[in-house]
């Protein structure tokens, strides 16, 4: 993993940037927040649930993006993508599955497969989220 200083230079983009993170393994979301922290984003989460996710969602407006892991222990995601599309807060999946295993209108989002690079995950986070 890169040190803070080269992380902020690979995703100065993300600077300022009120990110989502939705992952219910703790070291994984930890890691996500670190690496985005470090490109100088503002972390909402992360959320372990979809309920946490739900209250982090109302209670932190405005939200730039989100990364979302597809199941969250037994819960699947697809509340969360409902509500961000509605709010049209655009989101990355991180997932063990394989695209083919998603549904299709999911399929239109970035899908990043775990482990991720800090890089490639800064990379689909710049895409998606729009400048400021």
Same mark, same amino acid.
């Given at each position: 993993m890169a040190g803070?200083? /080269?992380l902020f230079a690979m995703g100065a983009e993300l600077s300022g940037r009120r990110i989502l993170v939705v992952?219910?393994?703790?070291? +994984? %979301?930890l890691d996500l927040a670190? +690496?985005?922290?470090g490109c100088g984003a503002t972390i909402l989460g992360?959320?372990? /649930? +979809?309920?946490?996710?739900?209250?982090i969602i109302v209670s932190n407006s405005p939200i730039d993006c989100a990364v979302l892991d597809v199941n969250l222990g037994?819960? /699947?995601v697809a509340p969360l +993508?409902?509500?961000?599309?509605?709010? /049209?807060?655009?989101?990355v999946f991180l997932t063990g599955y394989d695209e083919k295993d998603l549904?299709?209108?999911w399929r239109t989002h970035p899908i990043l497969h775990k482990p991720? %690079? %800090?890089?490639e995950l800064i990379d689909a986070l710049t895409h998606v989220c729009p400048a400021r």
């Open positions: 803070a200083g /080269s992952e219910d393994e703790p070291i +994984v %979301a670190t +690496v985005l922290e992360p959320a372990y /649930s +979809v309920a946490e996710a739900r209250h037994r819960e /699947s +993508v409902r509500r961000l599309r509605e709010l /049209s807060v655009p989101f549904a299709p209108l991720t %690079a %800090a890089q």
